[in-house]
Nanobody, 123 residues
Framework: QVRIVEDGGGEVQPGDSLTLSCAAS????????MGWYRQAPGTQRELVAS?????????AESESVKGRFTISRDNAKNMIYLQMNSLKPEDTAVYYC???????????????WGRGTQVTVAT
């Protein structure tokens, strides 16, 4: 099993910045792709950004986050970060960390999901 700990959510004003963090751990396995998804009330969970173990980042195809959000990774700590700038009310959602891994016994695993962290941007 992979343990996932998310942090950094909160309530902010439009135009503010927030940084989310996600730490993944699990014995006998390598953490591979990690990413952030978000889900607003009444909507489906959607990709915000993901990053491979080699640092290749992938962002949502829509223009909703491009140029404002940046994903980064610290492989030594199995952590990812989501720097969110110029936040808008439409960014309000629960943000979930998603993790894939490779077990030394079972091969590829996942995805595993964190419990989510709430980001609220005032209207």
């Amino acid at each position: 099993q992979v343990r996932i700990v998310e942090d950094g959510g909160g309530e902010v004003q439009p135009g503010d910045s927030l940084t989310l963090s996600c730490a993944a751990s699990g014995s006998g396995r390598d953490i591979t792709t990690m990413g952030w998804y978000r889900q607003a009330p009444g909507t489906q969970r959607e990709l915000v950004a993901s990053i491979s173990e080699t640092g290749v980042a992938d962002y949502a195809e829509s223009e909703s986050v491009k140029g404002r959000f940046t994903i980064s990774r610290d492989n030594a700590k199995n952590m990812i970060y989501l720097q969110m700038n110029s936040l808008k009310p439409e960014d309000t959602a629960v943000y979930y960390c998603r993790v894939e891994s490779v077990s030394i016994h079972w091969g590829r695993e996942g995805p595993f999901w964190g419990r989510g962290t709430q980001v609220t941007v005032a209207t």
